[in-house]
């Protein structure tokens, strides 16, 4: 089995690195985390570097929270690409711009060096279920060496094209996740202005076209109260930017984005960045919302 160096031990990256140790695999992670400790308990390897992480690899995975965390591990001193062998998989799981996976595949080529992006959807209960969705880019003969790693970590894997494609494919996942969340959410504010109560229905809404996983899942904790991290509002931000500034490369007018991310802005100005994406139904309960 591949020896997998993995780097980024968070909320989704811990669970996905432990995912893989209960497949089998030989894991090695950075000392420097935060997680350490947890992942060298279950039979991981603790490396100083990621330049040490890569040379002893077959595969590297990246999960971290923006494109410049991805870069600086990648080329940066002691970076993965100072140690990387040929012939071994480059594998970035952070959502990142397009463009910028793109750059690391070039990098990644210029080393014989096979790299994909691949992007996860899910939240922290697919990644500790090993039931994640993966939205891959690269080519067909990385996909498939990567696809039993794949299987450890997610159910709902697809190879959506060439590099930078999974990195777009999640983009989109951010756009509707985020817009859907501020819907419920003013639906909720609305009925709860009204006197109706939120339990009954989400209940019955859950039985039409209104179904999604967003009014199951969110929809309950706007209820409940309950908005401990399972995705902060400030990534879930960042996402949002990455759509935008890829709408703009492109030429695609994003009119329900901007508003959402908007929403987005006013919560971390109400220092309400490590919250859970679905609080923007708190901002609404209060009456602060952004206006146009």
Same mark, same amino acid.
């Given at each position: 089995?591949?020896?997998?160096?993995?780097?980024?031990?968070?909320?989704?990256?811990?669970?996905?690195?432990?995912?893989?140790?209960? %497949?089998?695999?030989?894991?090695?992670?950075?000392?420097?985390?935060?997680?350490?400790?947890?992942? @060298?308990?279950?039979?991981?390897?603790?490396?100083?570097t990621?330049?040490? $992480?890569?040379?002893?690899?077959?595969?590297?995975?990246?999960?971290?929270?923006?494109?410049?965390q991805?870069?600086?591990?990648?080329?940066?001193?002691?970076?993965?690409?100072?140690?990387?062998?040929?012939?071994?998989?480059?594998?970035?799981?952070?959502?990142? =711009?397009?463009? @910028?996976?793109?750059?690391?595949?070039?990098?990644?080529?210029?080393?014989?060096?096979?790299a994909?992006?691949?992007?996860?959807?899910?939240?922290?209960?697919?990644?500790?279920?090993?039931?994640?969705?993966?939205?891959?880019?690269?080519?067909?003969?990385?996909?498939?060496?990567?696809?039993?790693?794949?299987?450890?970590?997610?159910?709902?894997?697809?190879?959506?094209?060439?590099?930078?494609?999974?990195?777009?494919?999640?983009?989109?996942?951010?756009?509707?996740?985020?817009? @859907?969340?501020?819907?419920?959410?003013?639906?909720?504010?609305?009925?709860?202005?009204?006197?109706?109560?939120?339990?009954?229905?989400?209940?019955?809404?859950?039985?039409?076209?209104?179904?999604?996983?967003?009014?199951?899942?969110?929809?309950?904790?706007?209820?409940?109260?309950?908005? %401990?991290?399972?995705?902060?509002?400030?990534?879930?931000?960042?996402?949002l930017?990455?759509?935008l500034?890829t709408?703009?490369?492109?030429?695609?007018?994003?009119?329900?984005?901007? $508003?959402?991310? =908007?929403?987005?802005?006013?919560?971390?100005?109400?220092?309400?960045?490590?919250?859970?994406?679905?609080?923007?139904?708190?901002?609404?309960?209060?009456?602060?919302?952004? @206006?146009?």
């Amino acid at each position: 089995m591949e020896k997998i160096g993995f780097i980024g031990l968070g909320i989704m990256g811990k669970p996905m690195a432990l995912n893989l140790i209960k %497949a089998g695999y030989s894991v090695s992670v950075l000392s420097t985390s935060k997680a350490v400790n947890v992942l @060298t308990e279950a039979g991981a390897e603790a490396c100083l570097t990621a330049r040490e $992480l890569a040379q002893q690899s077959d595969t590297v995975i990246t999960m971290l929270p923006d494109s410049p965390q991805v870069e600086q591990v990648v080329s940066g001193p002691d970076g993965v690409l100072a140690g990387i062998r040929p012939g071994a998989l480059f594998i970035d799981m952070s959502t990142i =711009a397009p463009a @910028t996976a793109k750059a690391i595949y070039q990098q990644m080529q210029e080393k014989s060096v096979e790299a994909l992006d691949a992007p996860v959807s899910g939240g922290q209960v697919g990644a500790e279920n090993a039931a994640l969705s993966i939205m891959v880019g690269g080519t067909d003969k990385a996909f498939a060496r990567a696809l039993p790693v794949f299987q450890a970590m997610g159910k709902n894997i697809v190879h959506i094209g060439e590099p930078g494609a999974g990195q777009t494919a999640k983009a989109c996942n951010q756009m509707i996740v985020g817009q @859907t969340i501020q819907a419920v959410a003013e639906a909720f504010a609305l009925a709860l202005k009204a006197g109706v109560d939120l339990e009954k229905m989400r209940e019955v809404l859950l039985g039409g076209f209104a179904q999604s996983r967003i009014l199951d899942l969110h929809g309950k904790r706007m209820i409940d109260g309950n908005f %401990a991290p399972g995705f902060k509002i400030k990534l879930h931000k960042k996402d949002l930017n990455i759509a935008l500034h890829t709408g703009q490369e492109l030429g695609v007018d994003l009119k329900g984005t901007t $508003l959402a991310a =908007a929403q987005m802005q006013t919560a971390l100005a109400q220092e309400m960045g490590e919250m859970d994406h679905s609080a923007l139904f708190l901002l609404l309960e209060r009456g602060i919302g952004h @206006t146009a």
